[in-house]
């Protein structure tokens, strides 16, 4: 009778490779895209991970912000042009700051 795979000897199962294995370090991947062509890789150490997501938060805020309000203006005329850009902007400038101090005050508990 054949002995069943998971009753075999572990010593036939190869060990993980050394990437494999875990650090005090975080991989970092982002992708940007429906297609994903633009990414970016790092190691970020474990106490500076949070700096790093909420880095990007805010700098995500800002971009689309910005973005929002240039096609806003693009797309309207005049002065309501200009109110709802003024809006976009205001509100990704507020998503910024509770970012900030979300990231701050989470920090602080678990310190």
Do not use: C, W, Y
């Not at 005090?24 to 474990?46: D, F, H, N, Y």
């Not at 203006?73 to 976009?88: C, K, M």
């Amino acid at each position: 009778m054949a002995e069943h795979p998971a009753a075999q000897s572990s010593s036939s199962t190869p060990s993980p490779d050394a990437s494999e294995l875990p650090t005090e370090a975080a991989k970092l991947t982002i992708m940007v895209g429906p297609t994903q062509r633009v990414s970016a890789q790092g190691i970020v150490p474990a106490d500076q991970a949070g700096l790093v997501i909420t880095t990007f938060g805010v700098v995500g805020s800002a971009i689309s912000g910005i973005a929002g309000a240039v096609l806003t203006i693009r797309i309207t005329n005049g002065t309501v042009g200009v109110a709802l850009a003024s809006g976009e902007l205001v509100l990704a400038l507020i998503a910024a700051v509770l970012i900030t101090v979300t990231a701050r005050a989470s920090r602080r508990r678990s310190s």
